[in-house]
């Protein structure tokens, strides 16, 4: 079985695989050079990988005797008899097989873990304290018998080898360093993927399997006292109201957590009771007439209106916050109305309410759709880019990542075409340009691929 992920930029340096019995799973994450050797070695040409992107049809790989399994979040998955496959290929690359067991899985993570916006972890009271700082302890209880353990996870692309551990009494032990964030990993215990025991929280990837999942804190929730209470939770929008388990302290309660930059309502639950967080005065009232504690976690942005001097309420409210108008009243300026706000990167559909009348700000360009509204962009990393097409009125952008919206967003006009800077999520997008509302066409720079209509979508993939 073959799994390659296609279309992709340069990706990170590594190779995957398993053999069960005739059979070979491998997840290709070589650079193009090593790419070949590989490939090579198991009978799947270049030309044949090269058409495949081209083409951009999994299917294709098919007519020359691999069989199409599906796709999963953008990789191919074909599967073709082999011979057994060990030792070191022509280019040098140390290629080992696992035992042919029946429990033996290969492993691909896709998920981005990266954008999760709240993460506790849940790990057995034996194995304390397995995170500290930046530094991540695993510990795998017993397993003496075992030759070689190793630590595989989205922190190393899923290496089978950067990572051993080490045998102690008490079992297999290693450390890593890492940088605030969610991560998905686990154990290869002699060729055998698992789970680790100690840790509580599993999820599922997208193939089917099972993965452990843990974070590198960076910030912590802390209520001092309350020792009446047998049990303290801790609840906001960043786990949409669900109730958190905090952990109790000598001197209160606490729970580290990774969380998101944003702005968080929150409470506390004592034993069923829901409170304040009586040591942050910031508060707000929604628009039910509930009052939360407010977190504001990062670096504000001012939301900015221009003109409007005679208004006497100004309101803005966007996705962010649910469209929920009245929780954010602007401060009238010199020059027109703002509002500081803490953003996470990503795209903000944002609007405005100037006594009780929608409006539009021309700091920030149009997104149409069944609505008409302001996009906000928050740390792009991705500018789009259509030379040419100075005779033009308009020119939008519209894609998969805003559901095929017409026209879609406003680009802006440049000396040599069209721009527009947005911040894109890892994955595969599809998208196109309208020119004056009318013609679709592809990005004359970029790659593309066929759709039902027989016209193409172009494509970016982010790494």
């Known amino acids: 079985m073959l799994l390659g992920s296609v279309l992709s930029a340069q990706p990170p340096e590594g190779v995957k695989y398993k053999i069960k019995g005739k059979n070979l799973s491998l997840g290709i994450s070589y650079d193009a050079a090593k790419l070949d050797s590989v490939l090579e070695s198991i009978g799947f040409t270049r030309d ?9 049809n999994c299917q294709y790989v098919s007519e020359s005797g691999w069989e199409f399994i ?8 074909f599967n073709k008899p082999l011979n057994k496959l060990a030792g070191r290929n022509s280019s040098g690359i140390e290629l080992f097989v696992v035992d042919n067991d029946k429990s033996n899985r290969f492993e691909y993570e896709t998920r981005a873990f990266t954008n999760r916006t709240f993460f506790a972890n849940s790990f057995e009271s034996k194995h304390r304290q ?14 003496k018998n075992v030759r070689h353990v190793y630590l595989s996870g989205t922190f190393n692309n899923w290496s089978m080898q950067s990572n ?8 297999w032990v290693g450390t890593i ?3 605030p964030g969610v991560y998905a990993y686990k154990f290869i215990k002699d060729g055998d993927w698992m789970t680790d025991p100690l840790n509580k929280h599993i999820e599922l990837d997208p193939s089917g399997y099972t993965n452990s999942v843990m974070a590198v804190p960076n910030h912590t929730f802390e209520l001092s006292g309350y020792d009446a209470y047998k049990n303290v939770n801790l609840a906001g929008t960043f786990t949409e109201w669900d109730e958190v388990p905090m952990d109790k302290t000598p001197w209160g309660w606490k729970k580290d957590v990774y969380l998101k930059e944003g702005v968080y309502s929150y409470k506390f ?16 009232t929604t628009h039910d007439g509930y009052v939360n504690s407010v977190l504001m976690k990062g670096e504000a942005l001012m939301l900015k209106l221009d003109g409007h001097q005679d208004a006497g309420e100004v309101l803005v409210a966007g996705d962010f916050n649910n469209w929920a108008w009245g929780e954010l009243k602007m401060q009238k300026q010199d020059w027109g109305w703002e509002f500081p706000y803490i953003f996470s990167e990503g795209n903000y559909q944002l609007g405005f309410r100037v006594d009780g009348r929608f409006r539009l700000s021309s700091y920030y360009p149009l997104i149409k759709g069944k609505n008409t509204n302001n996009l906000l962009t928050v740390h792009p990393n991705h500018t789009f880019l259509l030379k040419g097409y100075a005779d033009s009125k308009q020119v939008t952008l519209t894609g998969s ?3 095929w919206s017409e026209p879609g967003i406003y680009m802006q006009r440049t000396a040599d075409g069209w721009k527009l800077d947005m911040y894109m999520p890892k994955g595969k997008h599809l998208y196109k340009f309208i020119v004056n509302k009318r013609t679709w066409i ?22």
């Open 177 to 179: 360093n890492l940088k």
């Open 269 to 284: 639950v004592g034993d069923g009771s829901w409170f304040l967080d009586p040591a942050n005065s910031h508060t707000q």
């Open 164 to 171: 051993p551990l080490h045998l102690t009494d008490s079992g």
């Open 130 to 143: 397995p995170v500290k700082g930046n530094t991540f302890t695993v510990w795998l209880p017993g397993h």
């Open 442 to 463: 592809l990005d004359p720079e970029g790659l593309w691929e066929e759709n039902e209509y027989g016209t193409g979508n172009s494509i970016l993939w982010m790494e």
């Open 48 to 56: 044949l990988m090269d058409s495949l992107v081209k083409v951009n």
């Open 70 to 77: 599906g796709t999963f979040d953008s990789v191919c998955v």
């Open 401 to 403: 990542f805003i559901n």
